[in-house]
């Protein structure tokens, strides 16, 4: 079997227990080489555990997982080689420069990337010499990043990558990315951020108490029906009004008579506060994940015969 | 060009052009000594703290004569007779208190974890700890024995005889102690408990052993205490290099007893190896 043909990341039936809470429970997961995929879904809903099974740092209770074509339980050093791990919370010891700590990581990869290189392609050439401990908290994380790509990954891992990053770090950090995935990386990435995701991300996953809620093409997440655009406005009587439409132009033109109509003048009159929304991937989500929350089963506890499952 | 150059399998071609684990490894012993001398803490309370309490008891005790081991025998220098069991303390610094901590502390901050997420093998990781400790506790004991001669004017062997026995007393304290540091860190539930739990037990074993109070003038009950412990056995190996024959007759059986020094430095020796394969884990993985 060519192992080059497999997906990137292959995921069946994958499920975790912790004792008697189900903090996975069956997901199923496909990531193409060279693909992008965003991860999603609220504190607690099971996307770090997910992650961590596939990074080989926790085992789980069922299911089949192969990562770069290996069982990450059993990934030896070949196989840690080509993956890059950027943790959600990477260690405070900063005793070594930025420069010394990425030469002594990138020691450790049978064909690593140049240091100069990747210190300059996070945008720290400045800071090279100072000590880690020196630097502030997105700094520090642009090292984190650093060390995870400095290996010259094929798959790489970034968990909340961007957290305390500001506005503009964070737009230089997505240009890293688009260069990342330009030269082939397959990128799996969590993030609070929906914006980044659907910068970034080719494909998503939305996971919602252990299990996968939605999944597809950023664009189409959520499904047809999520993405229908939305029209509000006030009507004559005070009232707020909200109206989901796939022909928003034609029911704006409607308002818009409706409101001249009453007017005293009889010209096309002026909705109050009218708006007509696209939801973004951010408006699809909240809306997956209030729905998860409003419906009866409670997303983070499972059934009994579940979590035995 | 990576695509091209891209292993087929898991394990095959990409093993061959890994770095090799022992060269890894000694790429990491100058990384950790380098770690080592920028951590204020350590420096201070590993690295120095014996010759600290060196020129602290030879300044204190000084006044009182010399020590000798009986009535109308050649004694020896205050700053003298204590070296042997600052050497010694040495060691057990440089290994348990060092590593213990060290380890403990990189276990709490995420650091084994980022590790365990690399291509790094564990045995690199211990190759360069080891090391670390070897070199830091080879500088620690040069730099005692330079002050001791030059500032204290203690009088250092000139046999080779006493040396051989500084050389593998030394050897096999270090790398019993270097295990049993790995092993401890297993213990401490966090990084900030880890000066906490292990100072303590390292303070304790030097009062107890020989470093800090005469061996000769501990209760009986003390010293037989003390011998389950591998310091004590560190400092009477450090005395039997250092100090005058006669000196022998103050040893609890009235020899030096080298041959049992080797045993109980080899039993700890095997006891670290054993505990400290059986508690690391390079990553934490749960059940």
Known sequence: MDQIQSPAVRVRGLRKAYGGVTAVDGIDLDIARGETFALLGPNGAGKSTTIEILEGYRRRSSGEVSVLGADPATGGRAWRSRLGIVLQSAPEAGLYTVREQLRQFAGYYPNPRDVDEVIAAVGLEQKAGTRISKLSGGQRRRVDVALGIVGRPQLLFLDEPTTGFDPEARREFWGLIERLKAEGTTILLTTHYLDEAAQLGDRAAVILGGRIVAEGAIAELGGPAARVPIVRWRDASGVRRERRTERPAELVAALAAEAGSVTADGRGGEPAELEVIRPSLEDVYLELVGAAEASAVSPTVATPEEARA | ?287
Request: proline residues 5%; positive net charge; hydrophobic residues 55%.
């Open chain 2, 1 to 287: 060009m990576s695509a091209v150059t891209t292993p087929s399998t898991a394990g095959r071609s990409g093993a061959a052009r890994l770095p090799g684990v022992i060269a890894s490894g000694l790429s990491r012993i100058g990384y950790e000594v380098r770690g080592y001398f920028r951590s204020p803490d350590t420096v201070f309370f590993t690295f120095l703290f014996p010759l600290i309490m060196l020129g602290i008891f030879t300044a204190a005790f000084s006044s009182a004569g010399d020590i000798s081991p009986g009535p109308g025998t050649a004694g020896v220098s205050v700053g003298a007779y204590y070296l042997p069991g600052m050497l010694a303390a040495g060691v057990l610094l440089s290994g348990v208190q060092n590593l213990a901590v060290d380890i403990a502390g990189e276990k709490g901050d995420g650091t084994l974890k980022r590790l365990g997420g690399t291509p790094l093998s564990p045995v690199s990781y211990f190759i360069g700890k080891l090391g670390q400790v070897f070199t830091t506790g080879v500088l620690q004991a040069g730099l005692l024995l330079l002050v001791a001669a030059t500032v204290f004017g203690v009088e250092l062997p000139t046999s080779g005889e006493a040396w051989l026995t500084f050389a593998w007393v030394f050897v096999l304290g270090t790398v019993a102690s270097a295990l049993l540091g790995i092993a401890l860190s297993a213990v401490p539930r966090s990084a900030r408990s880890a000066t906490a739990v292990v100072v303590p037990i390292v303070l304790v074993l030097q009062f107890i052993s020989g470093v800090y109070l005469q061996f000769s003038a501990l209760p009986e009950w003390m010293q037989n205490l003390a011998s389950l412990f591998p310091l004590k056995w560190m400092a009477q190996g450090m005395r039997a290099a250092f100090l005058p024959e006669d000196f022998a007759v103050m040893e609890q059986h009235g020899s030096w007893d080298l041959g049992w020094v080797a045993l109980w430095l080899l039993v700890w020796l095997v006891i670290g190896l054993v505990a400290s394969r059986l508690t690391f884990r390079w990553i934490r993985r749960d059940a």
